[in-house]
């Protein structure tokens, strides 16, 4: 069945969350919820509507699966703690790297990661929590995408026929599945989000993971990390949709101290887009992309060669991987 989209110039705000918030308190009765923040705008928009919804039988976790930006984890907990949302963190970071080992190929990283999240972990939580509900920031975008085999998105399950509750041992309730990025901006700033959190770059499911070509290892996620806190301290005054630092799996050849250095290629990518269906590369001023590339150079260890794409979405798609 087709889900029938709200427009974000369509979008009532206040009737909206007074609808998904009765939605999910009816749904969940008497009973407990828990949800996933990741500190995005679609997790950050549906952890509001939960506590709306449920108040203290909502239970809130960051997962730290290490594939996180640069103090991430910190920073989350601070900014919902002001808005009387209390965030648990999670520690899984190694059972995420011992997923991902060995694992070169786009879709299977995917799949270590979902199976992960949603099995592993978060199995064990629900079981911890005596919750059997899950909140989860599906947007359309995610859905249209999956079913139509360009990208798996990890968050989308009965759309491909996968029953949550036989797999996983709960039900999955996803408020925001007919809304797109830029209805769920609309939404957050609605429900008293700051703006650094309504107003945020899109962040992918998978993380940093989604960013690194080929294997993923701590040492790479180091690298990536390194280069996003670069970029996005580069790129935050920038009207752009989306930005990323992509680490290539080959290394190249570069020079340093007159001497040859196999080294590290980071790839910077940068959107314009309204709700990210369709992309393309923002025209950057040419002295911005000298200075990232000199502070990647300088302040990454091992990067010795930085690159900027150019193609449009479609052919590509904004995430690499």
């Keep these: 069945m087709a889900i029938r989209e709200i427009k974000a110039k369509e979008l009532n705000t206040r009737e909206f969350i007074c609808c998904q918030a009765e939605a999910i308190a009816r749904q969940v009765g008497d009973g407990y919820a828990i949800n996933a923040l990741s500190g ?40 919902f703690k002001k808005l009387g949302v209390r965030v648990e963190v999670i520690s ?52 249209d995408e999956t079913v139509a085999g360009i990208k798996r998105q990890h968050n989308v399950f009965e759309q491909l026929g996968i029953d949550p509750r036989k797999a996983f041992g709960y039900q999955i309730l996803e408020p925001l599945v007919r809304l797109r990025k830029d209805g769920v901006r609309k939404l957050s700033k609605a429900l008293g989000l700051p703006e650094s959190i309504y107003n945020r770059p899109p962040f992918p499911g998978p993380a940093l993971a989604a960013r690194v070509i080929g294997e993923v ?10 280069a996003t806190a670069v970029l996005e301290s580069e790129l935050k005054k920038t009207r752009a949709f989306q930005y990323m630092a992509i680490l290539h799996q080959d290394r190249v050849t570069g020079m340093r101290d007159n001497r040859r250095d196999f080294g590290l290629q980071i790839e910077v990518r940068c959107w314009d887009s309204v709700d990210a269906r369709n992309a393309r590369p923002t025209r950057l001023p040419y ?24 193609a449009t979405k479609p052919p590509s798609t904004m995430e690499v991987v």
């Design 40 to 79: 995005g705008v679609d997790s950050s928009a549906v952890t509001m509507l939960g506590h709306i919804a449920l108040g203290d039988r909502l239970k809130t976790c960051f997962i730290d699966n290490g594939i996180m930006r640069k103090g991430e984890p910190e920073e989350i907990v601070r900014i």
């Design 92 to 143: 899984a970071q190694s059972k995420f790297f011992s997923a991902l080992k060995g694992i070169a190929d786009p879709e299977k990283k995917r799949e270590a990661i979902t199976r992960t999240f949603y099995k592993d972990v978060f199995g064990t939580l629900v079981k911890k929590s005596g919750a059997r509900h899950l909140l989860q920031g599906t947007i359309l975008t995610d859905v």
């Design 287 to 310: 002295p911005v992309l000298e200075r990232i590339a000199r502070r990647m150079t300088g302040e990454v260890p091992g990067v010795v060669s930085v690159t900027y794409h150019i």
């Design 217 to 226: 290892t701590r040492a790479k996620i180091a690298v990536v990390r390194e």
